[in-house]
């Protein structure tokens, strides 16, 4: 379980990354779950928006909060089952071995995304949780 709280810009891009093989290559080797400032977005979402997970699915809802604002993304992945909780409402549950993730690790390094915005993301209070 990671547990994290961020702040973006407007417009602001990021993403968080888990079970990374290979940190030379986090978009390859490993699960992005995205942080970008969709706080405007109408309509369906796709997995580029804030809270979906990259190559695999959008969010159920736009829990993004507006720039300048802390967001807290939590981020529960069990075997193959991920769940995506943001601002306090689960945005996101699947299962990883049935798409386009199901060739990646189950473990792996935790990273952070960046897109050269300097000063301009910040992150808090990350927490992470080891499961039995």
């Not at 997970?53 to 604002?69: A, F, L, Y």
């Not at 299962?95 to 473990?107: A, C, E, H, T, V």
């Not at 935790?110 to 927490?127: A, T």
């Amino acid at each position: 379980v990671l547990d994290v709280e961020y702040m973006y810009p407007p417009g602001g891009n990021s993403g968080v990354y888990f079970r990374v093989a290979d940190r030379s290559d986090p978009v390859d080797q490993g699960i992005e779950v995205q942080i970008l400032d969709s706080s405007k977005t109408e309509g369906p979402l796709g997995h580029h928006d804030h809270g979906g997970v990259i190559r695999t699915v959008g969010p159920t809802k736009n829990m993004s909060r507006p720039p300048h604002t802390w967001n807290r993304m939590v981020v529960t992945c069990v075997g193959s089952h991920l769940q995506v909780e943001l601002n306090g409402e689960q945005i996101i549950d699947t299962q990883l071995d049935q798409g386009p993730m199901k060739d990646r690790p189950l473990d792996g390094y935790i990273g952070f995304q960046d897109h050269g915005q300097p000063n301009n993301l910040k992150f808090r209070n990350i927490r992470i949780l080891k499961l039995n």
